[in-house]
């Protein structure tokens, strides 16, 4: 079964904290595609970041970044210095025969 | 100029009606979709349409019936709604590179639906 499974449903930290989301999934098929995408306060749902499973380097994007790790079918995302801006539920992703399967989110609250 | 862009935002209904969402996205992808949100915030897909052609349908209550005129266009029309249809709907579209859907969603910014 495809699934993704993402166990905090809410994290809150003071602003310049460090913070993980965490992902793992579960699929059968040798080649996959994982994503995150942000859904802010607004409502829209805005893509950050496609990885596919034969590239297992690790992604920096300014303060975001994203270690994935075949062996523990982790997908984790990491923000550093966290701002108030980056307040939003946060949704990993698993691209299955054409579907995106999401996991439950992630509400993470940046407090100043 | 907006990518995926669907009208209304937001929609009160009462039980029973019928009503539709359109959705037009600008960026010439081939394929295009519906997902719904719940209250919950889980995000399923509901129907994907590649260049005008119905490619997943979810197990969707055929009340739902979704209608792609071109591959720009792909609405959403819902009768006899229920209560349990009251969610956010998101049109979103992607493109496929040699036949591989990339999986890079661009959604549109949802349509409430609020049934009484």
């Known amino acids: 079964a495809q699934k993704v499974t993402q166990a905090q449903t809410e994290i809150s930290v003071v602003e310049k904290e460090d913070v993980t989301l965490d992902c793992v999934y579960e699929?059968?098929?040798?080649?996959?595609?994982l994503f995150w995408y942000k859904q802010p306060p607004s409502g829209e749902l805005v893509f950050l970041i496609r990885?596919?499973?034969?590239?297992?380097q690790n992604e920096i994007s300014g303060r975001y970044s994203w270690n994935f790790q075949k062996s523990t079918s982790s997908f984790n995302f990491t923000i550093t210095a966290s701002q108030v801006v980056d307040s939003a539920v946060y949704f990993c992703?698993?691209?299955?025969?054409?579907?995106?399967?999401f996991g439950q989110g992630t509400t993470l609250q940046v407090k100043p | 100029d907006t990518a995926v862009s669907q009208t209304p935002k937001y929609l009160v209904t009462q039980m029973g009606n019928d009503k539709s969402i359109k959705c037009e996205q600008n960026l010439g992808h081939d394929t295009m979709y519906w997902y719904k949100q719940d209250s919950k915030k889980f995000l399923k897909i509901m129907f994907s349409y590649n260049n005008k052609e119905l490619i997943i349908n979810e197990t969707v209550p055929n009340r739902f019936s979704p209608k792609s005129p071109d591959k720009a266009h792909l609405n959403l029309h819902i009768n006899s709604l229920e209560l349990g249809d009251s969610a956010v709907y998101f049109c979103?579209?992607?493109?496929?590179?040699?036949?591989?859907?990339?999986?890079?969603?661009?959604f549109g910014e949802g349509s409430r639906l609020t049934v009484l």
């Open positions: 990885r596919n499973s034969f590239d297992e």
């Open positions: 699929t059968r098929d040798t080649t996959y595609y």
């Open positions: 992703a698993l691209l299955n025969t054409g579907k995106l399967i």
């Open positions: 979103a579209s992607s493109q496929w590179v040699m036949g591989i859907d990339t999986g890079e969603l661009f």
